[in-house]
């Protein structure tokens, strides 16, 4: 009698596991548990572009046109200088795009005038799924407003979590050091590293002010995927006359990536990278 029972439930296993129809629901399962995510980076250049003039509505206007729902900005001015009017560029972008939005600003500054708002310049994230935490983090960096900086940690690194339809992942946006000597964007990639969490799923999208072949940059391409799927050049600087790859999304392993191209707008005096990416519910 036992070895009945074991023979019938052996066969019933085996029946299961062969049945083409089984097979085709555990893969419809799969299907289901993906949510395809559009995610953009972009130097937005406080809104000035190419042609040298400011126009955030072009900004908005090239936002929306990519359809992306995660983006990741640099150069993005609140209440800075004259060169943007004093705009809050983050929330007139927001509310223009109806989206949620983070500030990570790298410089905040008394204003001029009293009474003004605080002046403040950095990186941010727009995005059309909710925002459940967000932290602007602090790397190295050699400051652009010291007569003679020294490296040191400061904020503006983005480090935002994001619920896309039960998919939670983590959203990084940086700007690295602009200078020839590579030592503080070194620094900056080790700073990165080590704040960014090895389990989960993670985009980290940027101007890195470095190119893919450049040694600098290779910590951070052994351990994410480049979303550049190498079809064209993939180059963003300068828009006019693009010579470089400098603006990245990069994924962690466990995300699929589907398809990456630069958009071509005059906007900034970058162009923008958008990636349609795969993202697992329950990673």
Do not use: C
Request: proline residues 6%.
């Amino acid at each position: 009698m036992k070895k009945l029972v074991f023979f019938w439930l052996t066969a019933t296993l085996f029946l299961l596991l062969s049945t083409p129809g089984i097979a085709v629901e555990a893969n419809a399962s799969d299907e289901a548990r993906q949510v395809p995510v559009r995610v953009m980076t972009y130097n937005m250049h406080t809104g000035i572009g190419s042609d040298g003039s400011y126009d955030l509505d072009r900004i908005a206007n090239t936002i929306q046109a990519s359809d992306a729902d995660v983006i990741g900005l640099q150069e993005v001015d609140v209440h800075w200088a004259a060169r943007s009017n004093f705009d809050d560029q983050l929330t007139e972008l927001a509310e223009t795009l109806n989206m949620h939005s983070f500030f990570a600003p790298i410089y905040d500054q008394d204003p001029l005038t009293k009474d003004e708002p605080r002046r403040q310049f950095g990186v941010a994230v727009l995005s059309k799924f909710p925002i459940t935490s967000a932290t602007n983090r602090e790397i190295t960096r050699l400051s652009t407003q010291d007569a003679n900086p020294e490296p040191a940690l400061a904020p503006g690194f983005a480090d935002v979590r994001i619920n896309a339809k039960g998919a939670h992942f983590s959203f990084f946006v940086t700007h690295l050091d602009y200078r020839a000597d590579p030592f503080v964007r070194e620094l900056q990639v080790d700073d990165m590293l080590r704040i960014i969490p090895e389990t989960g799923s993670s985009v980290l999208v940027g101007d890195m002010n470095a190119g893919p072949s450049d040694p600098e940059l290779q910590p951070l391409l052994n351990r994410f995927q480049d979303a550049w799927n190498g079809a064209g050049d993939g180059n963003t600087y300068p828009a006019a006359s693009p010579q470089k790859r400098i603006d990245f999304i990069l994924a962690s392993q466990n995300v699929k990536l589907l398809h990456t191209e630069v958009i071509q707008t005059d906007a900034s005096d970058h162009l923008p990278v958008v990636s349609d990416l795969l993202l697992t519910r329950g990673n």
